[in-house]
DNA sequence: TTAGTTTATGCAATCGATAGCATTGAATAA
DNA sequence: TTATTCAATGCTATCGATTGCATAAACTAA
């Protein structure tokens, strides 16, 4: 069979310039015993062989592969997609690929890439834990195996890894208290699945708020859901049929919140003068909404690029046992028309 | 120093089990010539030993690294994160992890992006070119080492590698040709840059549905620019400066259509009984805005299964010559409100 | 019973780069 | 001039898994 073009190693640029293998591997390294000389005559021949050295190689030898994994649920929002955007752009200046594995929120799923990454002998993961994970022994496996684990987004304080997040509990309270300056009194509250903590602690936020403006927290505005896109029209409809009254919607994402503005402008309910709404995630099109949405920004590429520098201040400390380090974003309140009763546009 | 762990290879189960690595290496692949008896002893032992197969030594071995490259310009919108979900959902399934680059549109990044997949000697490499990329040697380069190249959604012909994209032609022209339907003589046309190949495509299905219903295509209607978020707003000011009439806006972005929807209503006009509006690409907040809008679903996850399907097709028939192959996923049509001039909801 | 097969496993080289420990020749010190 | 030091490079084992080529034992056929 014909081999496919053989790849030029540094044994061939060896052979070609009369050096030996270790000192081409100096030279292009830059090992300062290398005489200058040299390395200009090493590096013109692998430029001219056109080497390119093996990754594989050198990560099986050095026991570094430079490349980290990061597990997200799903590329279905640009929600993580922005994330990693961070990631990348702050690893690949350092040297160092990403591997992605979508967990589709499912255990087994997020088990068998947390597997994968461990057989790639990855230098670190990243992980936003899976909807449906309930027990962490995967998780475990990869800080047994001493492999710097960060937990973002999703995270869980009893795993124990590092952490980025924003501040949701913040994020949550401010648009809430936001409703109550612009005189909203029965905010209902489009919430998430409560055993995501990041969802949990909007709900903490958004009683916090209320408590702070001596507002009692009523069961009834409250109304959980995937929060998916048909979920704040459904939402809204769960409202009426009821008969329950509200004069604000805080949703805890903003394909909640806009559904829900379709619907009540369908039933000609105007917004923000009868219904204020403030969102979550500030998502590029809400400025596109009319009104424009009133969000929360949660900063995505910034908690990647904080995911990929914490990161790398984990692969310098190599050695000394370090603590655990808790990053927390602040979140932005975004203000915009949809939630302005007092002021007229 | 104190070592990090030893990790447990195929020797330390070799030695615990009293065969050769050989026999462990077999077995654990479960190669037909060792026994039954012998496999499930070592294979018990590899389980108790928390045994993980290092992929790089199998990689550097085999010369197969089980990783495949994807480089795209940016994370900044669900259509690049819909087609790697789909890219990464096949490829996991075949045992493949997926690493990804950002070139940020531009021809050094996306250069040294491809570099580091080649060291990394990935097994093939998908390609969505940059917008700044005006020269191909780079991607050359992909061919001439014998790595399996697709190019998807930016491609170009010359270039000369599998190619998996929309029929953005056809997208474009049924867009055009619905709007005409509805009665809209005047289409304007919001364009992206055109020197992207999508983009002319685009352009040419939009002459060839005016052409096809005897409407002669009028320069001023058509404005080019990158489409991000505010540009159907400034596209719309510059007609009403231009004083230019129009009745349908196809616009090749949605969030151009958005912007532009966003800008005509609050000047007053109805839409879409004055203007009827269609846009491309069917984010998902399109079913969201008021009136929904209309526009061109372009299938990316289909358009990542595909991608995916191409390289295990590739991997397959490693040896034979292959002809290039061009896959052309058929874009749809989806008509909601923000187009239907005639009939009324 | 002996040669010819199978079956099951071991031996040793290999993938390409790296790094600890020589070695060589030249430069410096005594 | 001889001993010492240093600079530059070579030698060789190694990272962990794979695989072509033995080899040993067991089995079949004659």
Redesign the interface.
């Known amino acids: 069979?014909?081999k496919?073009?053989k790849?030029v190693t540094i044994h061939d640029i060896a052979a070609a310039s009369g050096f030996t293998a270790s000192t081409v591997s100096r030279a292009l390294q830059n090992d300062e015993r290398i005489s200058d000389a040299t390395r200009r005559i090493i590096e013109s021949f692998a430029a001219k062989m056109n080497y390119?050295?093996?990754?594989?190689?050198s990560?099986?030898r050095t026991g570094k592969?430079k490349?980290i994994g990061v597990v997200i649920p799903?590329?279905?929002?640009?929600f993580?997609?922005?994330i990693?955007?961070g990631i990348?752009?702050v690893m690949?200046q350092a040297g160092y690929?990403?591997?992605?594995?979508?967990s589709n929120d499912d255990y087994e799923s997020e088990k068998?890439?947390i597997?994968?990454?461990?057989?790639?002998?990855v230098d670190g993961i990243a992980i936003s834990v899976a909807a449906q994970t309930k027990k962490f022994d995967h998780i475990q496996t990869i800080k047994n195996?001493?492999i710097p684990l960060i937990l973002f987004d999703r995270t869980y304080d009893e795993i124990g890894g590092h952490q980025v997040m924003i501040d949701d509990f913040k994020g949550a309270k401010e648009a809430t208290l936001h409703l109550i300056e612009q005189g909203c009194r029965k905010i209902a509250y489009f919430a998430g699945l409560q055993h995501l903590t990041t969802q949990k602690n909007r709900t903490l936020g958004y009683k916090a708020a209320l408590a702070e403006k001596g507002i009692a927290f009523d069961d009834n505005l409250m109304i959980i859901s995937h929060l998916k896109?048909g979920s704040g029209d459904h939402a809204v409809n769960i409202l009426y049929e009821k008969g329950i009254e509200f004069d604000g919607i805080f949703a805890a994402s903003d394909?909640s919140a806009?559904?829900a503005?379709?619907n009540l402008?369908?039933r000609g309910v105007e917004i923000p003068k009868s219904v204020a709404i403030v969102g979550f995630a500030d998502?590029?099109?809400t400025?596109?909404?009319?009104p424009a949405l009133s969000t929360v920004n949660q900063h995505t590429n910034q908690m990647g690029q904080a995911v990929a520098t914490l990161f790398m201040s984990l692969f310098e400390n190599k050695?000394h046992p370090k603590l655990v380090q808790k990053m927390i974003l602040e979140p932005e309140l975004i203000i915009r028309a949809s939630s302005l009763k007092k002021e007229i546009f």
């Open positions: 069979m014909p496919t073009t790849r390119r050295s093996n990754a594989l190689a990560s099986l592969s490349i799903l590329f279905n929002r640009t993580f997609a922005s990693i955007g990348e752009t690949k690929s990403v591997i992605i594995c979508q068998e890439a597997s994968a990454l461990m057989r790639a002998r195996e001493q896109e394909y806009v559904a503005m379709k402008q369908k998502e590029p099109f400025v596109l909404v009319t050695g």
